[in-house]
């Protein structure tokens, strides 16, 4: 959506110089004087499964507990038309069945025996409901063996919040072998809480497994596929990378539920579901219903990453449980599976199809390697443990694939005693990246624009590979997406942005957050099972990524680059292949401030420059699915003359500012 903004300045006729603060600004941009190069994985994103970000969230699947696999098998699940406890329950029932070692991935079914033609069901709620649209069709899908003599029918319902159909489609099943049956319901109506109920008909015992219910419009509509509409918003941002699956659910709360990527690959219904870690994390958000069914595996993420023009950024346990639960370590003398998985992967991923992990990429559609660059080892580790096993893998991945970028995690936090002695031992072995970590109040970000200024250049580059403004505490749920942390991060961006020469990657986490089941906030992008929409912040990672440019210009004001005189902070890039020179100003003070931007070093400048302002007048702003687009950029024209850009900016806001140079 584009937008035109015109500034209150300009509206109200607003010349009083008591409004401005302080004096102008004067900002001299050296336009001939390139400083770094910007790498292509600049801004990028962080993905993690929390909040309900795959099941429920990007993985399209409607259907909760598709395969019986839950704890509790049946939750998600509502018998309709039972009487348990009888044995001639009045019209059917349903017994989960445990094939074990049989079946060890996917061991559970449900045997629904039917009494007769009274109609026996079992309904499925979604997660916190089913997004149905109307004129929308949807594929259902179950796994189904009929028993000798059974003569069970299957009907469909598709049923609004308030029991009225919205779709119904019929099946017959037939057969005693297990096999795949599908068909599609088109909605008459929409509801974000709809539900579906599998209606059993006639007399007999039927085997049901896998029951899926997804929109046929998925993004590139792929079957197992993912929201369109959530993609669509990653696809905007343009990020240079996604980094997957996380975040502490790549270490588990304990070793046994760390992310296993080769667990899922493969086919659907072969891929081991597990717990999700943050189904119990927070006492005050509890979620006992989240699991990972897997469907939204690796080989999805890798081609998420390809759809997105992104480069792919696995990062892999590296045998240590997450240190703020169990801490478990795998012995260093039974490593080498943890080992293998990372090896393996990059196999999966880059091998020629020839290898038995690179073969079943190709089995699954994927015969072009998927260009693996970068692997993460462990997420937010630290003490001596953590090396010891950084070096482990490090010896083994640079033996087979010297190439392959190593990012080492720098633990959970950006200073203290265990941040300055992994940072030391990092750089005395020239470790290739480093993930750093920030999540503190809005403050914390302004007075820290210009912590890479100083950072050895020619050290080891650095991941921003988790970081969001707090506006009450890290893991209060109360804290908001306001438009006060956005304009915060903003600023520290310019930092980033400034520091291209060591800081490579930068990504603001978390991703996404189901508005009805959530753990974790902020959230970048927030969503329920048929909206969705991007925070301030969002916006403020599109605006910095959106205009990345080429190269780093040296933008200085006095003469010192700017990091918050007078509240104001300041980054410039030339973007090579469009000669444009693009500046970014935040000003965090609440009066309006006049910036005089002298551009040096270019010939000669086009007359008007192309100005997208983010902007709120209230700190506490914030975006939501009623009013998604309350901060949003609006763009407009500024003349410029003879190398000068006069920006006039208003309380509180954040200016993109993209001029030619002919
Ligand atoms: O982004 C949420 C969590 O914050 C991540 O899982 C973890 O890495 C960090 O502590």
Redesign the pocket.
Known sequence: MKRIFFSALFLIGFTAQSAFSQTPLEITVKADQPVAAIPSTMWGI?F?D?NFAADGGLYAELVKNRSFEFDAPLMGWKELNSNKYSLNASSGSALVINRGEQASSNPRFARIKVNGDNGYGISNEGFRGMGIKTGMTYHFSMLASQQNGSTVKIKIELTDANGKTLAVANLSPQGTEWKKYTIDLKATNSDPKAKLTVWFEGKGVMDVDMISLFPAETWKNRSNGMRADLVQLLADLKPGFIRFP????VEGRELATRYQWKKTVGDVDKRELIVNRWNSEFAHRPAPDYFQSFGLGFFEYFQLAEDLGAAPLPILSCGMACQ?NSAEVAPMDELDPYIQDALDLIDFANGDGTTAWSKLRHDMGHAAPFNLTMIGVG??QWGPQYIERYLAFTKAIKAKYPKIKIVASNG?APDGEMFDYADKTFRALNTDIIDE?Y?NKPEWFLKNAARYDKYDRNGPKVFAG?Y?AQSVNTVSPLNQNNWETALAEAAFMTGLERNAAVVNLCSY??LFAHVDAWQ?TPDLIWFDNLKSYGTPNYYVQKLFSNNKGSEVLTLLSGNAPLTGQQGVYASAVRDKNSNEIIIKIINTDNKIQKANVKIEGVKKLNSAANVTLLKSDAKEAVNSIENPYAISPAEKEIKISNRNVSLTMEPLSFYVVRIKSL
């Open positions: 962080f993690e929390i996380g975040g502490c659910i703020f997420n937010e959970p970590h999540y988790e969001a986490a978390p974790w």
